[in-house]
């Protein structure tokens, strides 16, 4: 079966809504290994429809101006794309169709066809639904030294847990932190009787 990743520039404060206004200062040489690396290992990525509208206004663009980004737009631009909508929609960028049919149902089939890793990066609403689903492998956080202290946030308001287990965790150059969180059966139970057995005596 098929992996499904995704990965999010998210602040302090747990905001992850435009990154492009404070994300840039952070970057450097090891998060952009640590990007190209999830990409290297997909070869189909999922969206959201305002991610993708984004993604397509600016990536094509970019390939076709042949500068220093242009190989990693190639990348994007020759991947098979697929985005969620509940409206009809028309495309320009090539490898990019839209989902059909009920998300858990056509998602469950996209992971059991043959193929490499599924990739999302943004598309906040569809990591909420794949998490929510307990279809998402993988939860890859760049977190950023930073509280934005508006905008959306990754997890909204909601009824139940989403229990994760921590798998891996990076310190990258300029301070943002890698976390990488995998689904977890249920959330551990216990109280203050079993806490205070690891205070100092």
Do not use: C
Request: glycine share 8%; no cysteine; net charge negative.
């Amino acid at each position: 079966m098929r992996k499904i990743t995704a990965s999010l520039f998210i602040a302090l404060d747990g905001v992850v809504d435009a990154p492009d206004q404070w994300h840039f200062p952070y970057f450097s040489d090891d998060m952009g290994a640590t990007v190209a690396a999830s990409m290297d290992r997909a070869d189909t990525m999922l969206f959201g429809r305002e991610t993708y509208d984004s993604f397509a206004g600016a990536w094509p663009v970019r390939e076709a101006a042949g500068g220093e980004d242009a190989g990693f737009a190639k990348t994007i631009g020759d991947m098979r794309k697929i985005v969620l909508s509940h409206r009809p929609l028309t495309f320009t960028w090539r490898n990019s169709e839209q989902l059909q049919g009920d998300f858990v149902e056509a998602v469950t089939a996209l992971k059991n066809e043959p193929g490499g890793e599924i990739a999302l990066s943004g598309s906040v609403s569809v990591v909420r639904q794949l998490l929510a689903a307990g279809l998402l492998d993988e939860l890859h956080l760049l977190v950023h030294p930073i509280a934005v202290r508006k905008g959306t946030r990754l997890f909204d308001e909601g009824d139940a847990p989403i229990p994760l287990a921590l798998a891996s965790s990076t310190v990258l150059d300029k301070g943002v932190v890698h976390l990488v969180y995998t689904p977890s059966a249920a959330a551990p139970e216990a109280g203050y009787e079993e806490a205070k057995q690891h205070l100092p005596q």
